[in-house]
């Protein structure tokens, strides 16, 4: 079998810029990527707030949100001049890894979102949250996975329905 090779210089040529020019579209591509996350994770809060306030001008409407790293003491603070959280899922549960360091947000909610109940905490902030605020979900199976919580969010669909429940 013969290999394809220009023979001409133009020929080598024409490769040789194909080769450039793929080189920079995924370069591109990639510089994109990675430029579009940062820039989601530095807008996720304000997206959070917007749509917040434009809801929040319904005195009924109240909230439960999931939290993000990136939420500062001053987007909790916003949240909480709302007066509209009743909830603020961390996902803790959920075996989802987390990119940064959420103890600043837990410490936030805890302190500024005095009313809202903290579900599916991280393990390792669990023990230090007030327990009477902490609410699971994603780990109730059946009734014995309630325990002495106070507040719970199960969704039929995630254990096959209510009959299972009590078993």
């Given amino acids: 079998m013969r290999r394809w090779l220009p023979r001409t210089l133009a020929g080598k040529f024409l490769v040789l810029q ?30 959070i707030l917007g749509g917040a306030e434009n809801l929040a001008a319904n005195p009924t409407v109240r909230f439960k949100l999931d939290a ?22 961390f996902k803790g549960r959920y075996g989802l890894e987390v990119e940064g360091d959420f103890a600043p947000v837990y ?12 579900e599916d905490p991280h393990v390792e902030f669990a023990d230090a949250l007030p327990h009477e605020r902490v609410s699971f979900d994603a780990p109730i199976k059946r009734v014995a996975d309630i325990g ?16 299972p429940l009590p078993q």
């Fill in 148 to 163: 002495d919580t106070r507040t719970i969010n199960i969704k039929p669909t995630r254990i096959g329905g209510l009959r």
């Fill in 68 to 89: 993000a790293v990136a939420w500062s003491d001053g987007v909790c603070s916003e949240l909480a001049a709302m007066d509209a959280v009743d909830t603020v899922d």
């Fill in 107 to 118: 410490e936030a909610v805890v302190q500024l979102l005095p009313d809202a109940l903290i």
């Fill in 18 to 47: 194909l080769a450039v020019v793929a080189l920079v579209l995924i370069v591109a591509a990639v510089v994109s990527a990675r430029q579009s996350q940062a820039q989601f994770r530095t807008s996720a809060a304000d997206r």
